[in-house]
DNA sequence: TCCTACAATGGACAATGTCTAAGTCAAGCA
DNA sequence: TGCTTGACTTAGACATTGTCCATTGTAGGA
């Protein structure tokens, strides 16, 4: 994520190898980790880094609006850099495999006035659970 | 929940001070406390009771299928006593209160078959964030 | 090259959750 | 009613996840 790396530059971060080293963990399709598992990549890379380095790394980013967090488990956080590209989730209820997908619809549209207790509605997560191909044959 | 008291009865579980006040905890209508609240609520009711009987009968009570855990803050586990009636929730990002909605339609629908990536997908979480009229006019 | 404000580090601490060994008691039975 | 027994509860150690702070290091501008 190069192009990543470049908007931070631009809001005035300091380049360090540390925050090189987490947007590359970062890189891919389908991330979805928690705090820990970029540390123990990171780590493979740079093996002086420190937990709360990659903690205030990774909080940094989601305040910026560059990464998000999900709560598809029900333990740790996990960061997700697709954020520039609204999507939603596929957990696999045994592995714990997630993919982004992009439903048809709109499920805010979904929610009456009379569901809605009085709240501005803003925003809407939806995640689908499931078993994955993996796990149906084994 | 007396009705609850009795289908555990029904399924040999042993009836304890501990469980009763747990069950009585979790009554009512929007409930969704962390196991946490649960054992400072049951705590004002029976003054020994231990944290460990608490996250134990909670994990039963999951087990059973008579309250789900849900993830709608990103700390610690709710737990919903409106097991059966599927419905779904709507969050207040600024103080966190949390009321069962239910939406009109079907999300699951919604997911084609080319954004499954071969899972078999059988439920879906929808989690609607905005803010409460409480906290809209502080 | 030097300065300095910003960043990284290690470790203490907090919050949440899990586990175990020992003691207690609900419920069936004599 | 009073045993007996295995299920249940307890306290606290331990594990995982996350936060904070004092100290040390360094990126990037002067
Ligand atoms: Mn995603
Ligand atoms: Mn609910
Ligand atoms: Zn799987
Ligand atoms: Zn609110």
Redesign the pocket.
Same mark, same amino acid.
């Given at each position: 994520m190069s192009d990543l790396l470049e908007r931070l &530059?631009g809001r +005035?971060?300091?380049?360090?190898?540390? &925050?090189r080293v987490v947007a590359e963990v970062l890189d891919g399709e389908h991330v979805h980790l928690?705090?820990?598992e970029v540390h123990a990549r990171a780590v493979d890379k740079?093996p002086?880094?420190? &937990?709360?380095?990659?903690?205030?790394?990774l +909080?940094e980013l989601v305040t910026l609006g560059e990464v998000l967090e999900v709560a598809t488990d029900? &333990?740790?956080?996990r960061y997700d850099p697709n954020a520039h590209q609204p999507h939603h989730h596929l957990v696999c209820a045994r592995c714990g495999a997630i993919r982004d997908v992009h439903p048809t619809g709109n499920p805010l549209a979904d929610l009456p006035d009379s569901e809605r207790f009085g709240f501005t509605v803003s925003d809407v997560e939806v995640t689908y659970r499931g078993t994955c191909p993996n796990c149906a044959t084994a």
């Open positions: &530059r +005035g971060w300091r380049m360090t190898a540390q &925050r928690t705090a820990d740079l002086e880094i420190s &937990r709360a380095t990659v903690y205030n790394t +909080g029900k &333990r740790a956080k």
